[in-house]
C-alpha cells in the first residue's frame, strides 16, 4: 500500500476529535517511520504527549525537533524549543547545557554566560565538582578574556587539590590583568599562586615583570636570577638579560649570555651543522630509493620510476631558488629596520619620544613629520598602544564572509577517540611527542622532536620546522603556509584546530594524526 501522509494525517484527527489520543499519537507515528525529520509531526506528537500529561516523552521529541533545527542551522528556532523542554522539566540539565552551548554558537553571550554559571553551581551543590570545572573551561573557550571566570576555576581546582592546574590558571589569570594594567590584581593572583608553590617558574616571571612595570629593577632581578635553569634560555633568561641591559649592567649581562651560549650544544657544538646536512641528505637519498622502488613494481613501472628521478632531480637543484626573493627582501627590511631605529634613537636623546619603538605606532609619513620638526602626539601613541594590546586580546572568527557575517559550525565526526580534537588533515603520518605550544616566535624554545601547536604560522616561521616532528594550527587549510611547508618537510600535521593553544598545554604528550585529521592528548 502506498505511503499518504494525508490518510495519517485525517485518520489523527477523527481519533483526536474522539477523545482518543493516545491512537492519535499512533497514527502520527506511522508518519515520521516514513519521514523521520517532519517537524510539524514532531512538534505535534510532542504537544498530544503534554495533553497525555507524558512530559519526557514529549521532551523525547521536542529534543528530536531541536537537532533537525541545529542540524539545518536554524539555531533561534532550535532555542525555542530548548527552551520549552526546560520549562517542562526545570531539574533537569541537559536542556540548559544545549541552550548555553547555542547561545555560544550564536555568540550572545550574555545569555550563555548565566546558564553555564548556574549549570556550574548545581554541580558544585551535588558534589559534582569535575563537572562544574568542565563548563567553566567550556566557558573560558568561549570568552577567554573573562578575568572572573578564570579565577574560579583557578579557585576550584584549588579547592580540588588540583595544584599543577590551580597555578597555572592563577598564573594565566595573573598575566591577563597584568596586560590590563590591573597591577593590584595581578600581585594578589600571582601571590596564591607562589602559596602552593614558592618556586613555580611561570609565576615568579609574572611576579618579575610586576617589578619591571613598577620600576624596580633590582627587585625584578633578584627574583629572577632564583630561577633553575637560566643558562636554557627562555622567557626568564630573556627578561632577566633586559634588565641587566636597561640597568647598563654589562657584566652580568655578558655573564649570563656566555652561561646561554655555552650550554646550547645542539646548536653551537662543532661541526653539528654538517652533521645534521649529511644526516638529511642520507634520509633523502633512502626515501628517493624506497619510491623508486615501489614505482618500479607498477605496471610501465621503469618509464614511471625514470619519470619520477627526473622530476626529483629537477626540484632538488631548484628549489633553493625559491628562497633567494626572500631572502633579499629580509635583509633590506633589516637596513631600513636599522636607519629607522637609529632615527628614533636621536629623536629619544631630544626627548621627542619616550621610547624607541614608538615609532612602530606612526605611520611614515606621521615620523617624517616627528623627524622634521621635532614634535610628536604622545596621545595619538598611547591610543595606538592601548588599540594594539586589545586587538592581541581579540580571538578572531574561523570564518568570516565578505558581506562581514559570521559563520560558526563543528565537525560532524564519529570516527575519532572520546576527546580527540578534531581538525583538517592536510600532511600524512602519525607522531607522538611533546607539544610546545608557541603564540609569539621570539620565545619559541623548541628542542629536536618537539610538536608545534600555534595558531597559525607565516613564512617567518618556517627556520622552526627544521626541529619540529609535528605541527597543530588553529587556523589553515590544504594551501595555507603552514600545510604546504609540514607536507614539504614530512611532517604530519592537522589544521584548523578550534582552540588548539588554549585546549594544549604547553609540554604535554600528544598524538597528531595528520592522515585522520585529530589529536590525541595522552596521559
Known amino acids: 500500500m502506498a505511503y499518504s501522509k494525508s490518510k495519517y494525517v485525517e485518520a489523527a484527527q477523527k481519533l483526536l476529535n474522539q477523545g482518543k489520543v493516545p491512537q492519535a499519537i499512533a497514527e502520527y507515528q506511522q508518519i515520521l517511520k516514513y519521514e523521520p525529520k517532519d517537524q510539524v509531526t514532531l512538534m505535534t506528537i510532542g504537544e498530544l504527549y503534554i495533553r497525555q500529561g507524558e512530559t519526557f516523552q514529549a521532551m523525547d521529541y521536542f529534543e528530536r525537533l531541536a537537532q533537525l533545527f541545529v542540524g ?15 520549562k517542562l522539566a526545570p531539574e533537569e540539565i541537559r536542556p540548559l547545557e544545549k541552550l548555553a552551548d547555542l547561545y555560544v554558537q550564536q555568540g550572545v553571550m550574555s545569555e550563555a554566560r548565566p546558564l553555564f554559571l548556574q549549570l556550574a553551581e548545581i554541580h558544585l551543590k551535588a558534589n559534582r565538582r569535575p563537572e562544574a570545572v568542565a563548563l567553566l573551561k567550556k566557558l573560558l573557550v568561549a570568552e577567554p578574556d573573562n578575568l572572573r571566570i578564570q579565577i574560579r576555576l583557578a579557585d576550584l581546582y584549588h579547592a580540588m587539590g588540583q595544584n599543577v592546574d590551580a597555578i597555572e590558571a592563577y598564573v594565566s589569570a595573573a598575566q591577563r590583568a597584568l596586560a590590563r594594567g590591573e597591577q593590584a590584581e595581578c600581585e594578589k ?22 617589578y619591571s612595570s613598577q620600576g624596580k629593577a633590582d627587585e625584578a632581578a633578584k627574583a629572577l636570577e632564583q630561577v633553575a635553569d637560566l643558562h636554557k634560555g627562555g622567557e626568564q633568561t630573556e627578561l632577566l638579560l633586559d634588565i641587566y641591559v636597561k640597568n647598563a ?28 646536512f649529511e644526516q638529511g641528505r642520507q634520509e633523502a637519498w633512502a626515501k628517493e630509493q624506497e619510491v623508486l622502488e615501489r614505482l618500479r613494481a607498477l605496471p610501465d613501472g621503469e618509464r614511471k620510476s625514470e619519470e619520477t628521478k627526473r622530476m626529483i632531480d629537477r626540484v632538488r637543484t631548484f628549489i633553493g631558488y625559491r628562497e633567494y626573493p626572500k631572502y633579499g627582501m629580509v635583509s633590506r627590511y633589516f637596513v631600513y629596520k636599522q636607519a629607522l631605529l637609529k632615527e628614533a634613537e636621536r629623536l629619544v636623546q631630544a626627548h621627542v619620544l619616550r621610547e624607541k619603538e614608538d615609532i612602530f605606532y606612526l605611520r611614515f609619513p606621521e615620523l617624517h613629520d616627528v623627524a622634521r620638526t621635532n614634535h610628536v602626539d604622545d596621545q595619538l601613541i598611547r591610543w595606538r598602544k592601548d588599540a594594539f594590546r586589545s586587538y592581541q586580546a581579540l580571538t578572531p572568527p574561523r570564518v568570516l564572509t565578505s558581506d562581514g557575517e559570521v ?26 611527542g611533546r607539544a610546545r605550544v608557541i603564540l609569539d616566535m621570539a620565545q619559541a624554545d ?7 601547536v600555534t595558531a597559525y604560522t607565516d613564512p617567518s616561521w618556517t627556520p622552526l620546522f627544521v626541529a619540529i616532528t609535528g605541527l597543530v594550527t588553529e587556523v589553515g587549510g590544504l594551501m595555507t603556509h603552514g600545510a604546504v611547508i ?26 597528531v594524526h595528520g592522515t585522520d585529521g585529530y589529536i590525541e592528548i595522552l596521559p
Not at 252 to 261: D, G, I, T
Not at 446 to 452: K, Q, T, V
Open 486 to 511: 609540514a607536507r614539504e618537510y614530512g611532517l604530519p600535521a592537522v589544521v584548523g584546530v578550534e582552540h588548539a593553544t588554549r585546549l594544549i598545554r604547553d609540554g604535554q604528550r600528544i598524538r
Open 249 to 276: 649592567d654589562w657584566e652580568q649581562a655578558s655573564a649570563l649570555a656566555s652561561r646561554v651560549f655555552d650550554a646550547d650544544i645542539k646548536n653551537f657544538g662543532p661541526g653539528a651543522g654538517a652533521r645534521r
Open 72 to 86: 539545518d542551522g536554524f539555531l533561534t528556532k532550535a532555542i525555542a524549543v530548548y527552551k520549552r523542554i526546560a
Open 446 to 452: 623548541l628542542e629536536a622532536g618537539d610538536i608545534l
Open 407 to 432: 559563520i560558526t559550525g563543528a565537525y560532524r565526526r564519529d570516527d575519532v577517540p572520546t576527546g580527540a580534537l578534531v581538525g583538517l588533515p592536510v600532511s600524512a603520518g602519525v607522531i607522538e
Open 189 to 210: 593572583l600571582v601571590e596564591r599562586a607562589l602559596k602552593i608553590d614558592p618556586k613555580n617558574q611561570a609565576a615568579v616571571i609574572v611576579k618579575a615583570r610586576i
